[in-house]
């Protein structure tokens, strides 16, 4: 037996291919859709393994230090470095801002650490040039996204920072990369207050007779000073020693500090399943639409390719040929489509995937889940024209 | 009573029930017998398709009987399980056009038949190329049907009939898209293969330049049919 679905192919390859091609390009752009999230996914996870904790502590009730915010004071590590199980604890500061580069500026995370104690939680785990911050101001380490070079400045607010160092794919959840600056740097930078403003507080302050006491001298200037000065950070950042399990070390912290504790499970919990969930969603309704739009294509092309033939179904029927084979024709040629279509879906997203500015992460199991999926469309949207074909009367091929 | 051939008994066909049915065949009787070319011929609306129709299984006949090749296919009800089986092993069709499956060359779309009753892809092809030699168009083998002329597609089309040697052919106004030149030669070929492979061929037309080549011909109209028994007519 010759196949048929095959000759016919053969016979109409013009109109195979550029549907398949048409097809394909959108089956590329829903497997760009997936690598998107799949991307952001990594991100998150990147920006995890590369703070280097194994427990994040954060302020009472918060979701933080990435996906709220949050704040604990800044002398809170030393009595958690004295906890049980407590290898290091360092803290740490995230705010996602504009940093300025030469007259341009780039989204990116900065990052305060703690100066002068390379290791320790939050530092970048790895440099591909460069060296870490060594001073306690004004020096920065960039992730290669955020365009720096070795021996850039960047503006962060209103400090210049000299880059001394770089690092790949160090980015925040939301793909943005990170600068790192001295914790110092990065305290004034988040919680710092303009000239005017400060004027106005100080102006305040002095009016208020409370404060202002000449018969103790020193008081105004130490309320000033505490309130211009920043003593907060987002998190402790934490690493046990091994041994211990973060429960044993993060239950006693939760309870005796009244602060809120997560380790990276629940901290992985909160950025996929909160932070990145809306985005999730969305992809999710772009996949959904994009499955329909290629289920109508496939089912109109064959739609249209079975309506041509009636007549030889009519007359292949006539002569014996079975509701079998003929079924089998139209949905073989119902794959093919979804084959070249996947072929050229797969191309097309590998070679796009770089050039999204965000990071589009094609992983092998989702190009196997569209294929199923495309298969699935297929057969599906063969069923129309097969219940057709076999509706047609034998009959009809005579007078 | 010998029933070798097509031998059709007061059979019936009504379309529909009650005031809007049709009797679209009344009592028909007819036989045919092996290596006989017969024509039947009618008006439009006479019931020509509706016979053909029945005898080749693709629609239910009210009541009768028809006896295809000695074996009783009909008789008030379907003798026989697989109608699929009876049109692809006993029954070729010629239509009033050739239906070509347009994807598949001359051959393969002659192959085909005998493909599809399982014989092997080589045999079925060769046959085929036997029969296209034997229609003189073995020369057009590998062109599809869209690079046939009409006159070779429908040379091609009978052979595709003829391929499975069935003990009846039936054709439906085969010679109605050729000028008289190419009818008077595709009649000459069913004549020729009739006697060659005992086949009993019933040939529907209202074809005039055909008429005189049948020796024998039945007239249907209003779903009744007269054997007009021509003597000294027919084809030589
Ligand atoms: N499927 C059908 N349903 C109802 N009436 C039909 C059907 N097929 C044919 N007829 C009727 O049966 C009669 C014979 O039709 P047909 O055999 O096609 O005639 P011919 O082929 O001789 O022109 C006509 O009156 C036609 O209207
Ligand atoms: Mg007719």
Redesign the pocket.
């Given at each position: 037996m010759i196949s048929l679905a095959g000759r016919d192919i053969m016979h109409a390859w013009g109109k195979f291919v550029f549907t398949g091609i048409g097809l394909g390009l959108l089956i590329g752009v829903t497997l760009t859709m997936a690598g998107v999230y799949r991307g952001m996914v990594d991100d998150a996870t990147v920006l995890l393994d590369s703070s280097g904790a194994d427990l994040w502590v954060v302020q009472k009730d918060t979701l933080g230090p990435y996906a709220e915010s949050s704040s604990v004071p800044d002398d809170l590590w030393r009595s958690i470095r004295v906890m049980p199980g407590v290898a290091q604890a360092a803290n740490a500061t995230y705010l996602t801002m504009q940093v300025g580069k030469g007259d341009q500026d780039v989204r990116a995370m900065v990052v305060g650490i703690v100066a002068g104690e390379p290791g320790a939680p939050g530092w970048p785990p790895q440099l591909v040039a460069g060296r870490q911050i060594t001073r306690g101001h004004y020096e920065a380490v960039a992730d290669l996204a955020a365009g720096a070079r070795l021996g850039d400045v960047l503006k962060i607010r209103r400090s210049h920072y000299t880059v001394v160092g770089l690092t790949r794919r160090m980015v925040s959840s939301n793909g943005d990369p990170m600068v790192f600056i001295p914790l110092k740097d990065a305290q004034e930078a988040q919680f710092l207050k303009d000239n005017d403003a400060i004027l106005m507080q100080r102006r305040r302050t002095e009016a208020n007779p409370a404060f202002n006491r000449p018969e103790v001298p020193g008081l105004l200037d130490a309320v000033i000073a505490s309130q211009t000065g920043n003593s907060y950070v987002n998190a402790v950042l934490v690493r046990i020693l091994p041994g211990f399990t973060s429960q044993e070390v993060a239950e006693p912290i939760r309870r005796w500090k009244r602060l809120t504790v997560y380790d990276r499970t629940q901290m992985e919990g909160i950025l996929i399943g909160k932070l990145i969930a809306t985005s999730a969603r969305q992809i999710g309704m772009f996949l959904v639409i994009l499955a329909l739009v290629s289920a109508a294509i496939v089912a109109f092309i064959i739609y249209t390719l079975t309506m041509d033939k009636i007549r030889e179904i009519a007359v292949l029927k006539l002569i014996g040929t079975r509701n079998r084979t003929i079924a089998w024709m139209i949905l073989q040629q119902s794959l093919v489509l979804g084959v070249i279509g996947f072929v050229v879906g797969k191309i097309s997203a590998t070679f796009a995937a770089p050039l999204f500015p965000k990071y589009v992460l094609l992983v092998p199991i989702d190009s196997l889940l569209g294929f199923g999926a495309v298969l699935a469309i297929c057969v599906l949207s063969s069923v129309v024209s097969i219940r057709m074909a076999l509706r047609v009367d034998p009959a009809q091929a005579i007078? | 009573m010998s029933a070798k051939g097509i031998r059709i008994e007061r059979l019936s066909k009504r379309?529909?029930e009650g005031d809007t049915a049709?009797l679209?065949l009344k009592d028909v009787n007819m036989h045919v017998a092996p290596g006989e070319v017969v024509g039947l011929i009618?008006p439009?609306?006479?019931?020509?398709?509706?016979l053909l129709k029945c005898l080749g299984a693709v629609i239910d006949p009210t009541s009768g009987r028809m006896i295809l090749d000695n074996t009783v296919i009909y008789d008030d009800g379907w003798k026989v399980r697989d109608l699929r089986a009876l049109r692809r092993d006993k029954i070729g069709f010629v239509f009033q056009a050739p239906y070509l499956i347009p994807f598949l060359d001359a051959t393969d779309n002659v192959a085909l038949l005998p493909m599809l009753a399982g014989v092997p892809n080589e045999e079925a092809r060769q046959r085929a190329l036997d029969l296209l030699t034997a229609l003189d168009v073995q020369h057009r083998a590998h062109a599809l049907p869209a690079q046939l002329s009409g006159g070779e597609q429908q040379r091609v089309a009978i052979a595709r009939g003829l391929v499975n040697r069935p003990p009846v052919i039936l054709a439906d106004e085969p010679t109605a898209p050729l000028d008289s030149q190419r009818a008077l030669t595709v009649i000459g070929i069913l004549n020729d293969m009739a006697r060659r492979f005992e086949a009993a061929i019933i040939v529907v037309t209202h074809d005039e330049k055909i008429i005189p080549t049948f020796k024998r011909i039945y007239h249907i109209r209003d779903g009744v049919t007269y054997e007009e028994a021509g003597e000294g007519r027919g084809f030589t």
């Open positions: 007078g | 379309f529909g049709v679209a009618g439009s609306g006479s019931g020509k398709s509706t």
